[in-house]
Nanobody
């Protein structure tokens, strides 16, 4: 069973930073793509950043490019999302998800979702 657990959310002031973690169990990151998504109140869930399995190709939404960095530690079976220069519009529940490839994660063909972690950016 593919399971994901997110952590690292919280309240931060505009311009601040947070690092989210997504720890996988029941599978290894070597064979799957991990994506970070977010959903703000009243809005649809959107893809934020993805990292592929073995070659670690990455994708970023235009809204976070240059501010967010996705990375993974295969030894810890964990994917990270480093979020810098946070803005109020980054406020959302952040979810990680596992898929077979970046193509399938973009298509929404998700094998499993985490429970989400709240990020709030406010002064």
């Amino acid at each position: 069973q593919l399971q994901l657990v997110e952590s690292g959310g919280g309240l931060v002031q505009p311009g601040g930073s947070l690092r989210l973690s997504c720890t996988a169990s029941g599978f290894t990151l070597d064979y799957y793509t991990i994506g970070w998504f977010r959903q703000a109140p009243g809005k649809e869930r959107e893809g934020v950043s993805f990292i592929s399995s073995r070659d670690a190709n990455t994708y970023y939404a235009d809204s976070v490019k240059g501010r967010f960095t996705i990375s993974k530690d295969n030894a810890k079976n964990t994917v990270y999302l480093q979020m810098n220069s946070l803005k109020p519009e980054d406020t959302a529940v952040y979810y990680c998800a596992v898929a077979d490839s970046i193509v399938t994660v973009v298509l929404g063909q998700i094998r499993s979702w985490g429970q989400g972690t709240q990020v709030a950016v406010s002064s």
